[in-house]
Each structure stands twice: as structure tokens, then as C-alpha cells.
């Protein structure tokens, strides 16, 4: 789990993840997972944060039943689909919970 302290020292990424939520029009419970999902396991790399916290936001949006299309995420994060693909899977299975199976 994470603590007040990644809050704060993630917050920039945690207000972009907040304006991607606001484009895609999410629920609250959908923002609240993503941020717990992102928060989970930060990467290093500025790089990658985009692309774990576009995932995070996919993910989230799944596990609150306020799902949204990957590309749908991607073009509000301004990444690649590929990028969300490629982790959101692994995303959930670290949180302990079982991706669906389409």
C-alpha cells in the first residue's frame, strides 16, 4: 500500500492523473482506483510514469464498471495504446485482482 508521503512527493502526477479523469468524464471510484493502482508500484523513469498512470486510468476505469476504450485513455494521456496494452494487466494482477478474460 501506498502512504500520504507518495502523495505528496507524486502529486504532480496525480493532478494529470485527475485532467485525464476529467476528459474522460470518470467517476470518482474510477479515479480514487486509479490513483491507488498508480501509486502501487511508481517507476522510475519519468518515461514511464506516463505510461503506468495511462494504464492506471484504463485499469481504474475497469474495476469501477466506468470502463473506457484503450484508446479512448490513451489519446486523453497522450500516449500510445501499445503503452496501455502492454501494463494494464500487470497493473491489476500486482493489486491482487483477476483482469477480465473478453
Same mark, same amino acid.
Given at each position: 500500500?501506498?502512504?500520504?508521503?507518495?502523495?505528496?512527493?507524486?502529486?504532480?502526477?496525480?493532478?494529470?492523473?485527475?485532467?485525464?479523469?476529467?476528459?474522460?468524464?470518470?467517476?470518482? @471510484?474510477? *479515479? $480514487?482506483?486509479?490513483?491507488?493502482?498508480?501509486?502501487? !508500484? =511508481?517507476?522510475?523513469?519519468?518515461?514511464?510514469? %506516463?505510461?503506468?498512470?495511462?494504464?492506471?486510468?484504463?485499469?481504474?476505469?475497469?474495476?469501477?464498471? @466506468?470502463? *473506457? $476504450?484503450?484508446?479512448?485513455?490513451?489519446?486523453?494521456? !497522450? =500516449?500510445?495504446?501499445?503503452?496501455?496494452?502492454? %501494463?494494464?494487466?500487470?497493473?491489476?494482477?500486482?493489486?491482487?485482482?483477476?483482469?477480465?478474460?473478453?
Amino acid at each position: 500500500m501506498h502512504s500520504a508521503r507518495d502523495r505528496i512527493e507524486y502529486e504532480q502526477w496525480l493532478e494529470e492523473l485527475e485532467q485525464i479523469a476529467d476528459r474522460l468524464d470518470l467517476s470518482s @471510484d474510477a *479515479r $480514487t482506483y486509479a490513483a491507488d493502482l498508480f501509486l502501487m !508500484d =511508481v517507476p522510475e523513469a519519468d518515461r514511464s510514469k %506516463r505510461a503506468v498512470l495511462a494504464a492506471s486510468v484504463y485499469a481504474g476505469s475497469l474495476v469501477a464498471g @466506468d470502463g *473506457r $476504450t484503450q484508446s479512448d485513455v490513451a489519446d486523453a494521456a !497522450d =500516449v500510445s495504446r501499445l503503452s496501455i496494452q502492454s %501494463r494494464w494487466k500487470e497493473l491489476l494482477e500486482q493489486a491482487g485482482l483477476e483482469p477480465p478474460r473478453w
